[in-house]
């Protein structure tokens, strides 16, 4: 609709303990006013790794583009997502991607979800020895789709640093990957803090029945009118 336009909140989400970090993420609030036939297009030129359309904001129901594909679960868009829901005065004790029912709770300036990590797209581990050869890294390994290359910072106390790449879905180095978290933390079977990309921080542990949690804490950085062509 010509002249038409959306509210877009940009979040940065698994911020650091002080607010820097994180890793971007666009939401709209009203995804229903936008059509399903441009939300890929939108998300390709927003640029985000990933941007949510959240369809009823009382369900909590919403759909997650990256710039290329849309994805049934994403760590990073639901923590988002669940900390502006609450923050617009409209909590989520769940939230309903494609994907299915995601629990969300909430720990003073902290938020976390609860999902299957069967759910997640797939992605591959690549331990290495030392962060030192994390942080050198220049590109993703050959021969990899999405990869989560990583080292203990401090093993007995469970701190990882971590890099993450997803060519394939239009990212070529995913700032803080809340899908990849949810799986690593489920084969490592133990509480985890990740430190991620540039200078990102997401909290994560196993839980019963085959779930795993994930979070960390969101900054808002702007609210904007987005044209809607």
């Known amino acids: ?29 009203d995804g229903a006013a936008v059509a399903e036939g441009t939300r890929q297009e939108i998300a390709r030129d927003l640029g985000f790794s990933e941007t949510v359309f959240v369809d009823d904001v009382a369900r909590a129901e919403l759909r997650i583009f990256t710039p290329e594909v849309e994805l049934p679960l994403a760590g990073h868009p639901l923590v988002g997502t669940a900390w502006l829901l609450r923050e617009h005065g409209t909590p989520a004790q769940t939230l309903r991607p494609p994907a299915g029912e995601v629990a969300v709770r909430f720990d003073d300036a902290l938020t976390f979800i609860a999902a299957d990590p069967d759910w997640c797209p797939p992605v591959e581990f690549v331990q290495v020895q030392s962060p030192r050869q994390v942080n050198e890294l220049q590109e993703a ?82 609210q904007r009118e987005h044209l809607l062509s």
């Open 1 to 29: 609709m010509s002249g038409a336009s959306a509210t877009l909140h940009v979040l940065r989400v698994f911020c650091a303990d002080d607010g820097s970090g994180g890793n971007p993420l666009g939401v709209f609030l």
């Open 141 to 222: 390994p050959a021969g990899y789709g999405e990869v989560g290359v990583w080292a203990w910072l401090d093993q007995e106390a469970g701190v990882v640093r971590e890099r993450v790449f997803v060519p394939e879905l239009g990212i070529g180095e995913d700032e803080a990957t809340g899908a990849a978290a949810l799986r690593l933390v489920a084969e490592l079977g133990r509480p985890i803090e990740i430190h991620q990309g540039a200078g990102s921080l997401i909290r994560a542990r196993p839980l019963d029945a085959g779930l795993a949690e994930v979070g960390g804490r969101v900054v808002l950085d702007q």
